[in-house]
């Protein structure tokens, strides 16, 4: 599975940004999928999930109630809407691809992982 994140950018705070992720190669149907993030100088951190049907969305409590994770499996694309963003939320996004449907929020359990968009959150 190949994925390509996109829509990050500069934003001031407040404000709104919608990331998505396309997937190409083999169908994210059968995969459960998460955002993560990385600051400068900071390890990567769990940002949102979502299990292959839907069946469980799981979110950072730092993003609770701003961000919103959905996937649309026919169009092949993950999403992260965000809102109320703080210029905490600094950092490149990443999404990423897992074979399982749970533990979502660790990193390790995902084997694919997009590029990377940058979003910047100006105070």
């Known amino acids: 599975v190949q994925l390509q994140a996109s829509g990050g950018g500069l934003v001031q705070a407040g404000g709104s940004l919608r990331l998505s992720c396309v997937a190409s190669?083999?169908?994210?149907?059968?995969?459960?999928m998460g955002w993560f993030r990385q600051a400068p100088g900071k390890e990567r951190e769990f940002v949102a999930s979502v299990t292959w049907s839907y069946t469980r969305i799981s979110y950072a409590d730092s993003v609770k109630g701003r961000f919103t994770i959905s996937r649309d499996n026919a169009k092949n694309t993950l999403y992260l809407q965000m809102n109320s963003l703080k210029p905490d939320d600094t950092a490149v996004f990443y999404c990423?691809?897992?074979?399982?449907?749970?533990?979502?929020?660790?990193?390790?359990?995902?084997?694919?992982w997009g590029q990377g968009t940058q979003v910047t959150v100006s105070s």
């Open positions: 990423a691809a897992a074979r399982q449907n749970y533990g979502l929020d660790v990193a390790a359990h995902y084997s694919y």
């Open positions: 190669g083999r169908t994210i149907s059968s995969y459960g």
